[in-house]
Each structure stands twice: as structure tokens, then as C-alpha cells.
């Protein structure tokens, strides 16, 4: 049986694309504007049809192979609120959400798939975009749903939200089904991460790990513009700082046998990081470790990306 054809705008790192994959998709072309997002997909698929290009910037019309393809699909920037956000981020986060919907003019695939904040939704602040999504759509023939999923009824270890729209073609649409949580029990950061903890000897890692004993709160990526790497917001680190984790940065390494886990609060490597986004531990990311940490924490979790592509792919009626 062949696989699914998709196009993936704004890549990341291949959360999305990933989980995709393991649900039987086979992308013909990742795009993303950051090089070092283009380096990391090439690192661990180089068979992959990559394209360093903003969104906006993207003409169908040059690459052909994106015609008809089953699935479009978009892990797009993060939308914020113009409360929370400067204006011109603001737009350019919704032009590109803008821009994702309009490429299916072109495209024309079977399905639609964009994920992003929750309050995307049913957030009034939003509904300006959801009305244009919404006539856009139905001008071409789709149908479409909103709804909101949590990475962690899907085996991912972290309290992770995230607002998701599906639309198909109109004769696929009634087949399709919003993905169902595949764990009973969600998956603590203790066991996420022990064996990594205890992988230089540190004899306290299974104390930790008793301790921790909650999913993480969200990882956010944070901006490109400012800062170094840590956890997220002061009531986030709050969270981490329960469970035994320093989140106002990451270390380079995890603890080694003469830690003294009394004197001090551990810190995260990237590399747990993209565990607690179960990513793949052969998955490699390309930068340095601030920007590492970015990618992952931007990423969509590939667990939900396969839930949703398997979806999709019920409904396609594969």
C-alpha cells in the first residue's frame, strides 16, 4: 500500500512531521524559515525534501509536487493575544496562520490539519481568524472542526494543550473523528526521565524520581529575540521547583555520581527536555543548546501528530 503524501509548513524541528510519519504519511515537502530547524530535519531524515523559506513567501506554483497531496499540515508560531503580545508579533503570527489556510487554494489536498494554542479554539479574542478560516474553507468545498487536545492522554509526560483544527473535503468529513486519549495513566517526569537521571551514576536518581511524580507543566520555546533557555513563566518554574527542577535554566549535562542532590535543585539537559515531548532519543537537534532547547520546546509532540494522522487517515479511508 503507498503512503499518504503531506506538506508541512513551519516544521520546527519535525514533531508534527514525525508523528505524521508514523502514522503511514510520507512527506514531498517540510518548510520552515529558521536554518537551524532546516539543519535538524536534514540531520535525522536527509531523504526529506526540506525548504529554508518564510511561509509568506512560498508559491505553490514553483514546486508542483505539492499539488493534490493528501494532507497539508501546519504546527504554526504560537498565536498570542494582542494583550499578551507586541502588535507586530501578534500579526505576523496570524498572517501565517492566514497564509496556511490560503495555501489550500492552491494545494488542494484531501485534508487540513493546523495546530496551535487552545484558545484558538473558542477564545473571543480569536474569532476574527475563525471567521475568515471559516469562509475560506467553506468557499472550497471543506468542512471542519475545532477542538482541543492534552499531550498527555496521548503518553506524552507534560500538561500540554493544544487547539487543533481538522477540515476535509466534504465527502470525507463525516468518516472523521477526533483522535481518542490512547494512555489510562498519564506518564510522570520521574519516569521520563529516571534512567537518564542515573545515566552518569547519580545515586540519587531514583529518590528524585519518586518525587516527581507529576507531568510537567508546558514547555514553552520562548523568543528568539531575548533571553537564554529555562522552563517557562515564574508559576511554571513554581511547578518544576515542587518536583525537585531548577527550570530557570539547563545544564549541560545530567547529574554525575558526586551530585549532592541536598545542596541544590537539578537542572534539565535538552536532551530530557525532548524526552518530556517524547521525542525519539535518537532524535537529534541541530544549534547550540539555547537553540536546541527552542526547537524543542516549539515542538509539537510526535505522539499527537501520529493520533491525529492515524485520524485523518481512518477518515480518508485508507
Known sequence: ?????????????????????????????????????????????????????????????????????????????????????????????????????LLTHSVQPRALLIENVPGLVDAPEFESAREFIRKELEHLGYRFGWFV???????VPQDRKQGVLVALKERYFDAFRPPTPTVTEHVSVGRALRRSMAARGWTGADAWAARA????????????????????????????????????????????????????????????????????????????????YRQIGHASPPPVGKALGQAITAALGV
Open 1 to 101: 500500500m503507498s503512503k499518504l503524501r503531506f506538506v508541512d509548513v513551519c516544521a520546527g524541528a519535525g514533531g508534527l512531521a514525525l508523528g505524521l510519519e508514523g502514522a503511514g504519511f510520507e512527506p514531498v515537502l517540510l518548510l520552515d524559515s529558521k536554518p537551524v530547524a532546516c539543519e535538524t530535519l536534514r540531520l535525522n531524515r536527509p531523504t526529506w525534501r526540506v525548504l529554508e523559506m518564510d511561509l509568506l513567501d512560498f508559491v505553490p506554483d514553483e514546486h508542483p509536487e505539492t499539488y493534490d497531496v493528501d494532507l497539508l499540515s501546519a504546527g504554526l508560531p504560537r498565536v498570542k493575544s494582542s494583550a499578551t503580545a507586541a502588535r507586530a508579533e501578534t500579526e505576523k503570527e496570524l498572517r501565517l496562520l492566514e497564509a496556511a489556510v
Open 149 to 155: 487536545l492534552n499531550a498527555a492522554d496521548f503518553g
Open 213 to 292: 511524580l507529576s507531568v510537567a507543566p508546558t514547555l514553552v520555546g520562548g523568543s528568539d529575540n531575548r533571553g537564554g533557555a529555562d522552563l517557562g513563566p515564574t508559576g511554571t518554574k513554581k511547578a518544576w521547583a515542587r518536583m525537585g527542577v531548577n527550570g530557570g535554566a539547563l545544564a549541560d549535562e545530567v547529574p554525575g555520581a558526586e551530585f549532592d542532590g541536598s545542596l541544590d535543585m537539578i537542572k534539565l539537559t535538552d536532551s530530557q527536555a525532548a524526552l518530556l515531548q517524547a521525542f525519539p532519543a535518537e532524535w537529534r537537534f541541530a544549534g547550540r543548546k539555547t537553540a536546541r
